[in-house]
């Protein structure tokens, strides 16, 4: 069975803290929310991705970034 090989090859990751867990799904959100807002506007591939990775750092840095 393709399942217990894969367990296998990868052990048990350590379980993430409830903060962890918030903040991965705080930054999954925002990237959805941006990936959308880019679609309506027609931005490109690059610069799309580019939105994204300023989004994941700290807010204040996005904020004066002028984004």
Not at 36 to 63: D, E, G, W, Y
């Amino acid at each position: 069975m393709l399942l217990a090989s894969s367990r296998e090859a990868y052990p048990a990751k350590p379980p993430k803290s409830q903060a962890q867990r918030t903040l991965a799904r705080k930054l999954q959100l925002r990237a959805r929310y941006l990936r959308r807002l880019c679609r309506q506007r027609n931005v490109n591939t690059l610069m799309q991705s580019k939105i994204i990775h300023m989004a994941k750092k700290p807010a204040s840095i996005f904020f004066e970034s002028g984004l």
